[in-house]
């Protein structure tokens, strides 16, 4: 089966991007070939993204902030923004099939009163999970059973 190419997009392409990257390349990376990048790349990933989804063994240490005009002529076929910006400033993809807007918080800017910077870095990445099981458990569903 070929892998369906998925495009994970975000301003600044270092935390809820990669977070999401990582997330759904590990629950579906048999089903997906994923990717992220930002509208207007940050130049890093966030430490703490890093950290935070080590604590759930997935390894998102080697990514890079990339610019999403890099992936506009490689067959993507899927579309998810995570942030209202990116939604906004989303170009359309050549051949482009599907297109999903879920947006979550900003983690470095998120933290709520009595909140570390970490544990809203960990309660994101719970909501992203959370939020990218559901897509990957309904693609998996949908699929033709096999023979």
């Not at 990048?37 to 080697?62: C, F, K, M, Q, T």
């Not at 076929?77 to 989303?90: F, K, R």
């Not at 807007?101 to 994101?124: M, N, T």
């Not at 990445?125 to 990218?132: A, G, M, N, Q, T």
Request: proline letters at 6%.
């Amino acid at each position: 089966m070929k892998k369906r190419k998925v495009l994970i997009l975000c301003t600044g392409n270092s935390c809820r991007s990669h977070m999401a990257e990582g997330i759904l390349r590990h629950l579906a990376g048999d089903l997906f070939d994923v990717h992220s990048a930002g509208s207007h790349p940050a130049g890093y990933v966030h430490p703490i993204a890093i950290e935070a989804l080590a604590e759930i063994n997935i390894d998102i240490s080697h990514h890079e902030s990339k610019q999403l005009d890099r992936f506009l002529d490689t067959g993507i076929e899927t579309v998810i923004t995570v942030c209202g910006n990116a939604s906004d400033a989303c170009p359309t993809f050549p051949g482009q099939t599907q297109r999903h807007h879920w947006g979550f918080d900003d983690p470095p800017k998120a933290a709520r009163p009595g909140e570390s910077e970490k544990d809203a870095f960990r309660r994101i990445r719970d909501e992203i999970h959370k939020v990218f099981q559901a897509y990957a458990d309904g693609y998996r569903t949908a699929l033709p059973p096999t023979q």
